[in-house]
Nanobody
Framework: QVQLVESGGGLVQAGGSLRLSCAAS????????MGWFRQAPGKEREFVAT????????YYADSMKARFTISRDNAKNTVYLQMNSLKREDTAVYYC???????????????WGQGTQVTVSS
C-alpha cells in the first residue's frame, strides 16, 4: 500500500514557476514508477509526465516537455514536478500516481494522491 500526498500548488502569474511535491508513505516507494497527471474543469484527466522507479528514464506530454521537469528522491520518498513558463491553460488539479510501469495511461497506476490545485492567472 502506498499513500500519496501532493503539495506545492497555488496561484501564480503566467510566466511564473511552481514546484509540486508528492510525498509517499510506505517502504516500497522506490520500486514504483511515478506519474503526474492533471485535470481541468470539464476535461478528462491528462498525462503530464512519468519517471521510472530508478529515475533513469522520464517521459513527458509533448506540450509540456520543454517547460516541465519530473524528478524523484527515493531517499525522501518524494517525486517532484518543476513547472516553468506557466500558462493559463496549465490551470488544473495536479495528481501524482504510483504504478508498476511508467506509462501515459492513468489506468496503469495503482495509487493516487488527492491532488493539488494550480491556478495560473494572466
Amino acid at each position: 500500500q502506498v499513500q500519496l500526498v501532493e503539495s506545492g500548488g497555488g496561484l501564480v502569474q503566467a510566466g511564473g514557476s511552481l514546484r509540486l511535491s508528492c510525498a509517499a508513505s510506505g517502504r516500497t516507494f522506490s520500486s514504483y514508477s511515478m506519474g503526474w497527471f492533471r485535470q481541468a474543469p470539464g476535461k478528462e484527466r491528462e498525462f503530464v509526465a512519468t519517471i521510472r522507479w530508478s529515475g533513469s528514464r522520464t517521459y513527458y506530454a509533448d506540450s509540456m516537455k520543454a517547460r516541465f521537469t519530473i524528478s524523484r528522491d527515493n531517499a525522501k520518498n518524494t517525486v517532484y514536478l518543476q513547472m516553468n513558463s506557466l500558462k493559463r491553460e496549465d490551470t488544473a488539479v495536479y495528481y501524482c500516481a504510483a504504478g508498476r510501469i511508467a506509462t501515459m495511461d492513468p489506468n496503469d497506476y495503482d495509487y493516487w494522491g488527492q491532488g493539488t490545485q494550480v491556478t495560473v492567472s494572466s
